[in-house]
Nanobody, 118 residues
Framework: QVQLVESGGGLVQAGGSLRLSCATS????????FGWYSQAPGKQRELVVG???????DYADSVKGRFTISKDNAKNTVYLQMNSLKPGDTATYYC????????????WGQGAQVTVSS
């Protein structure tokens, strides 16, 4: 099992920055892919960025150049640095981890609310 605990959400003005953290614990050696997803009210959950092993991050077009994913292996923590935030970025952000398979398993954090005011 893998546990993901998020922190760092909040309210920020447009143009501001926030950093989300995702502390991982448990069988983290089983994890192949880490990612961040966003879900705005009334909308489906969408991939913001994903990264696997030593691969390059894959960002959604809407956040390229503004958001950055990083990992601190010593702290077992994944971060999402969000800069130049826009009101359209307002959503609940979820940390995601996918294990090696078969079978692959999906793990989710509890979600962190990010609200960007205009």
């Amino acid at each position: 099992q893998v546990q993901l605990v998020e922190s760092g959400g909040g309210l920020v003005q447009a143009g501001g920055s926030l950093r989300l953290s995702c502390a991982t614990s448990g069988d983290t050696f089983r994890i192949n892919v880490f990612g961040w997803y966003s879900q705005a009210p009334g909308k489906q959950r969408e991939l913001v960025v994903g990264i696997s092993g030593k691969g390059m991050p894959d960002y959604a077009d809407s956040v390229k150049g503004r958001f950055t994913i990083s990992k601190d292996n010593a702290k077992n923590t994944v971060y999402l640095q969000m800069n130049s935030l826009k009101p359209g970025d307002t959503a609940t952000y979820y940390c995601n981890a996918v294990s090696w398979g078969p079978p692959q398993r999906n793990y989710w954090g509890q979600g962190a609310q990010v609200t960007v005011s205009s």
